[in-house]
T-cell receptor, first 114, second 111 residues
Framework: KAGVTQTPRYLIKTRGQQVTLSCSPI?????VSWYQQTPGQGLQFLFE???????NKGNFPGRFSGRQFSNSRSEMNVSTLELGDSALYLC?????????????FGAGSRLTVL | EDKVVQSPLSLVVHEGDTVTLNCSYE??????LLWYKQEKKAPTFLFML????IEKKSGRLSSILDKKELFSILNITATQTGDSAIYLC???????????FGPGTRLSVLP
């Protein structure tokens, strides 16, 4: 079956712009999580969605937001981009998001902010 | 604050060597510990550990969890150049689904 699909794979933006990233989970997976990966900070948890509701949120400013649609696809948005937002944004899906879960990751969206 | 620590952060070995990667954690409401391998892109799943003392094995890789001492190790025997990657340890805990990742161990296997 198809894996987790993230689009776009690469993008370049300038400071002050906004960006929207998309994630399609594995069919049947209802939980979608987002992570930011940078060389200095490693993988940092952004938020998790389940059945269109944000269940958990990491310590990121309000410029980072997301949503999940009824088909479990998710988007995340970053507004007023800063240089420090340059990172690999990884989306991961899992079946239910409760109990012991295995996250399956997409290939990521690499964002460069100039 | 929940945290996951991995050591060493970087390791260079030669093909055929055996390596041990360490992961220690302080996470409330522990549910599971996962190991991932990350090459150029998406982290790929290696093991999930939930019970102490039960070794998980897959080919040359194995892992074990100690919930009393709050750590896990990942062993790779007879390393190959294809094992070169970043190995990530993640712990699920807290409330809701919340994985805390360690910084990773960058393993380089030289021919």
């Amino acid at each position: 079956k198809a894996g987790v699909t993230q689009t776009p794979r690469y993008l370049i933006k300038t400071r002050g712009q906004q960006v929207t990233l998309s994630c399609s989970p594995i069919s049947g997976h209802r939980s979608v999580s987002w992570y930011q990966q940078t060389p200095g900070q490693g993988l940092q948890f952004l938020f998790e969605y389940f059945s269109e509701t944000q269940r958990n949120k990491g310590n990121f400013p309000g410029r980072f937001s997301g949503r999940q649609f009824s088909n479990s696809r998710s988007e995340m948005n970053v507004s007023t981009l800063e240089l420090g937002d340059s990172a690999l944004y990884l989306c991961a899906s899992s079946l239910t998001g409760s109990g012991a879960n295995v996250l399956t990751f997409g290939a990521g969206s690499r964002l460069t902010v100039l | 604050e929940d945290k996951v620590v991995q050591s060493p952060l970087s390791l260079v070995v030669h093909e055929g060597d055996t390596v041990t990667l360490n992961c220690s954690y302080e996470v409330t409401n522990f549910r599971s510990l996962l190991w991932y391998k990350q090459e150029k892109k998406a982290p790929t799943f290696l093991f999930m550990l939930t019970s102490s003392g039960i070794e998980k094995k897959s080919g040359r890789l194995s892992s074990i969890l100690d919930k009393k001492e709050l750590f896990s190790i990942l062993n790779i025997t007879a390393t190959q150049t294809g094992d070169s990657a970043i190995y990530l340890c993640a712990v699920e805990g807290g409330y809701g689904q919340n994985f805390v990742f360690g910084p990773g161990t960058r393993l380089s296997v030289l021919p």
